[in-house]
């Protein structure tokens, strides 16, 4: 494996989703032992209580803000020592690892998009000293809608030697990805309107067309990939649009892996999905589905009219293998 790309990622401006609701939490307490005081100012246990409320937030913002410079050395110290070469990774110290899954969730709280960074162990292995990345698992997943919402699970390793805990390590190589047959073609009608199309991957991409036949005013078809990816905090369904047409036919393109060999450096308590997506690139705005590693897909024919709609599915089997 050639690294061509390492992304040492370390502390942004966003709290954790586990900080945010802990503070949440005390200062609502804090709100309403401070209301309860001016309503009985004569109980001394009402002061004692909006006391301990104000010196627990204040700790928690005070232990959170040190505790995150800290991981930030922590990171940046073992990109600094590490080596990577010929599809082995080298530590500067034999090292306790768990090697699996990386997990980076993103869900909504209060209308503003929060990550969590989990770890889904497969292996463990003591006093390691260097790692052969070939035995890590193959396949990655990207499934992100247009605002932000979604999973990334992608293989990696986990430090769990106190001087590195909770450090992790992201590898994420290209690899094909295609149908078991040349290419699916699927139609629907509805309303005097016919819509077909067809659809082949081959080598990561996904490329066809989709054509509306004697369509009215007021009727549109439109070609989509729906995705649904458990992850630790719910199950996530990210739809992906390939193509849409109001009238004649539409030629679609779509690169579906990454082109690029990665490495990303971090920790469980820095590591969001927005980090990702910045320093990968990728943009809000647009369903991203990228590796189709995890979870089941459907491919989704909609023909939309002013009375209804009219919807076809397929499920979506794929088949992975690696780059010669």
Do not use: Q
Not at 4 to 11: A, D, E, F, R, T
Not at 266 to 280: G, K, Q
């Amino acid at each position: 494996m050639i690294i061509l790309k390492i992304y040492v990622i370390v502390w942004g401006k966003r709290f954790s989703l586990a900080f945010y609701l802990i503070t949440s939490f005390y200062l609502s307490t804090l709100i309403v032992a401070f209301i309860i005081s001016l309503l009985a100012p004569s109980e001394p246990w009402i002061r004692i209580l909006l006391f301990s409320m104000l010196m627990l937030v204040i700790a928690l913002i005070i232990l959170y803000r040190t505790y995150v410079p800290k991981a930030d050395r922590m990171v940046k110290d073992l990109a600094s020592v590490i080596a990577v070469r010929d599809g082995m990774i080298s530590f500067p110290y034999a090292l306790d690892i768990e090697v699996g899954d990386v997990f980076i969730e993103a869900s909504s709280l209060g209308g503003k998009p929060l990550s969590i960074c989990s770890f889904k162990p497969m292996g463990k292995y003591s006093y390691v000293s260097s790692f052969n990345l070939h035995s890590l698992p193959k396949k990655y997943t990207f499934a992100i809608d247009r605002k932000g919402y979604g999973i990334i699970i992608a293989p990696g390793i986990r430090i769990l030697t106190p001087m590195y805990r909770d450090i992790v390590l992201i590898f994420i190589k290209p690899y094909h990805l295609h149908l078991p047959e040349k290419h699916i073609k699927i139609m629907i009608s509805g309303d005097d309107a016919l819509a077909e199309a067809n659809l082949s991957i081959d080598k990561g991409v996904a490329s066809g067309s989709l054509v509306l036949h004697r369509a009215g005013k007021g009727v549109k078809a439109r070609l989509e990939i729906e995705a649904y990816i458990e992850g630790f905090m719910k199950k996530y369904k990210v739809t992906k649009t390939l193509a849409s047409v109001d009238t004649g036919m539409r030629l679609f393109k779509e690169n579906m892996i990454l082109s690029e060999d990665l490495m990303i450096i971090s920790h469980t308590s820095i590591l969001t999905l927005d980090h990702i997506m910045r320093y990968l690139g990728l943009h809000y705005g647009e369903a991203i589905l990228l590796g189709l590693g995890h979870g089941d897909y459907k491919l989704r024919l909609i023909l939309t009219y002013y009375f209804g709609k009219a919807v076809r599915e397929l499920p979506l089997r794929l088949v992975y293998s690696s780059l010669p």
